[in-house]
């Protein structure tokens, strides 16, 4: 009988250490998986988050490069208004300076017939 209490005594040990062993293993699933889900939760955010800033630079850029267009454009065409101005002032001058010396020309051209 004392060997049967004994038996029975140890079983019940080793029965409640199974019982405190799968106890334990449950619980540390349980928080590995918690903390998993987390870090899923993490890397969909960060991924999320990653798309989200490269949208936003690509914007920024796109606008940045669509300024410097028009920026450029505008300087273009003052570029093109500025040489149309010189060039027309050029050919004025030289159309004066032209007029006057076919006018000297005339002049010198009397004095010698007449």
Known sequence: MET?????????????????TTVWGIVKITKLLKVIKEQE?????IERDGWEN??????????RLD?????SDHQI???????????NNAVSYVDSRI???????????QLIKG
């Open 41 to 45: 939760q993490q890397s969909k955010n």
């Open 4 to 20: 049967m209490y004994f038996v029975l005594g140890m079983l019940s040990i080793v029965g409640a250490t199974f019982v405190a």
């Open 99 to 109: 007029d006057k010396m076919s006018a000297t020309l005339k002049e010198q051209k």
């Open 54 to 63: 490269l949208n936003h630079l690509r914007q920024d850029l796109d606008r």
């Open 77 to 87: 065409t003052e570029l093109q208004r500025e040489l149309d101005i010189k060039f």
């Open 67 to 71: 300024e410097i267009g028009r920026h």
